[in-house]
C-alpha cells in the first residue's frame, strides 16, 4: 500500500509464521553501514559514541571494535540494533568485508538489507506471491540481487502473481496489533509491552472457576496454550525482557513447563532464551532486540498516516470518483508530508492527490477521512 509494503510467511499448513513490514521512507537502518567518527568515549559504559553524520550519535561496545581507539578516529560500522527509547542505534565495527574508512565527514556509505529481504533470508525456500506489478518488479530485483549467491538462477520461477493476503490471512495480520489473542476454549492471551519488560498473562476465563476435575487439567491447558506465546513473541517482534504469567498453577507446578517453553523457542531465528521461573512463578525469557517491535511501529503518526492512505484507496477503488480530505493531528499530517514517496504513490493510484489538513483538537493518533465531489 502507499508508504509500506507488508510480508508474510506461510507455514506448510498455510498458517502465518512470520511477519515484516517496511517503510522505504523510515528504514529501520537494520545493516547499515557507516563512515563514522568517534566523538566520546564512555569508560563506564564500556564503549565509546560515534557520530553516523544523520541522526542520533551510535554507540560502540568495546567488546565490538571501540577498545583502544581515540576520540576523532574515523571508522567504518555497521548498525547492529536499530534506534530505540529515545537512544541512538548499537554499533558494531565487525564487518563482513573490510572496508577502510573514505576521507570526510561522517555519513552512510551503504543501506543493509530492508525487513523483506530479511524475511525472505529465513525462507528461502518459499515461494513468493506478489499482490502489486510494480512492487513485483521491484522486489523480484532486490531479492534476485541478494539471494542468487544461495539460490542459483531459482528466484525468478519462484515469484508468481498472487493477492497474498486473502479474506483469511488480513485478518490475522490485523489482530498483530491487538493486546489480546482468543485462545481455544475460552482462554486468552493479554499482551502488554512496557518500557522495561513486556508482560504476557495467560487467563484460562471460565475454566479458573470450574470444578475440581476440570482444574486439575490446568498442567495440560497451559503446556498447550505455550506455543502460541512463543508464536506472538515472533510474529509481533517482541523483545527484551519477556515475563510470562501462566494461569491457575502453584510456583511449584509451573517449573515442570520449563521444558515446554525452552522447546516452543528453539526455532526462533533470533534465538530467545529461556530463563526459568521467578520466586514468583513468572517465566522469564529474554529475546534480542534489533529491529523494533510491532507495537512501536504500528503506534507511531507516521503509521497512523499511512493507514489513513490506505483507507482513502479502499475508499477510491469503492466510489470511484471524488476528493478527499485528510482532517489528521498535526504529528500525522507532519510524518506524512515527510514521506513524499507514499502520497505521491497514492496520487499515483488514484490520479488525485490527496489534500491534507492538520486539527490540532484531534488526539495524537486520530485521523478523518472526509470526501467532497
Not at 169 to 198: D, K, Q
Not at 347 to 370: K, Y
Request: zero cysteines.
Amino acid at each position: 500500500s502507499p508508504g509500506e509494503i507488508r510480508a508474510a510467511a506461510l507455514d506448510a499448513a498455510g498458517r502465518l509464521a512470520d511477519f515484516a513490514l517496511f517503510r522505504p521512507a523510515a528504514p529501520d537502518s537494520i545493516g547499515d553501514l557507516h563512515r563514522g567518527r568517534l566523538t566520546r568515549k564512555a569508560p563506564a559504559l564500556g564503549g565509546a559514541f560515534i557520530a553516523l553524520g544523520t541522526g542520533p550519535d551510535g554507540f560502540l561496545p568495546d567488546t565490538e571494535g571501540a577498545a583502544g581507539l581515540a576520540e576523532g578516529t574515523y571508522l567504518t560500522v555497521r548498525i547492529a540494533r536499530a534506534a530505540q527509547g529515545g537512544k541512538g542505534p548499537r554499533l558494531s565495527a565487525r564487518l563482513d568485508e573490510p572496508i577502510p574508512p573514505t576521507p570526510g565527514p561522517p555519513a552512510l556509505i551503504r543501506r543493509g538489507p530492508d525487513p523483506i529481504l530479511r524475511l525472505a533470508r529465513l525462507w528461502p525456500e518459499a515461494p513468493l506471491e506478489i499482490d502489486d506489478p510494480a512492487t513485483r518488479a521491484a522486489l523480484t530485483g532486490t531479492l534476485r540481487a541478494a539471494l542468487t549467491g544461495t539460490l542459483p538462477a531459482a528466484l525468478p520461477g519462484r515469484t508468481r502473481p498472487g493477492t497474498g493476503f486473502d479474506e483469511a490471512l488480513s485478518p490475522e495480520i490485523a489482530a498483530l496489533a491487538e493486546p489480546s489473542v482468543a485462545l481455544p476454549g475460552g482462554a486468552a492471551l493479554h499482551i502488554h509491552p512496557t518500557p522495561a519488560l513486556v508482560a504476557i498473562d495467560l487467563d484460562m476465563g471460565g475454566l479458573a472457576a470450574a470444578p475440581a476435575p476440570a482444574r486439575a487439567a490446568h498442567t495440560t491447558l497451559n503446556r498447550a496454550a505455550i506455543p502460541e506465546i512463543a508464536r506472538q513473541i515472533r510474529l509481533r517482534n517482541l523483545s527484551g525482557a519477556i515475563l510470562v504469567d501462566l494461569a491457575g498453577l502453584a510456583p511449584r507446578q509451573r517449573r515442570r513447563l520449563a521444558d515446554a517453553f525452552a522447546a516452543a523457542l528453539a526455532p526462533d531465528p533470533l534465538g530467545p532464551r529461556f530463563l526459568g521461573f521467578t520466586a514468583l512463578g513468572l517465566a522469564e525469557i529474554v529475546r534480542p532486540r534489533i529491529a523494533p517491535p510491532l507495537h512501536e511501529l504500528l503506534g507511531s503518526p507516521h503509521a497512523a498516516g499511512l493507514a489513513a492512505l490506505r483507507a482513502a484507496l479502499a475508499e477510491d477503488r469503492a466510489t470511484q470518483g471524488g476528493t478527499f480530505t485528510l482532517r489528521a493531528a498535526p504529528a500525522i499530517i507532519a510524518a506524512l508530508e515527510r514521506d513524499t514517496q507514499a502520497l505521491d504513490a497514492l496520487a499515483h493510484r488514484t490520479g488525485r492527490p490527496l489534500m491534507l489538513r492538520g486539527d490540532p483538537l484531534l488526539a495524537p493518533l486520530q485521523w478523518v477521512l472526509e470526501r467532497t465531489r
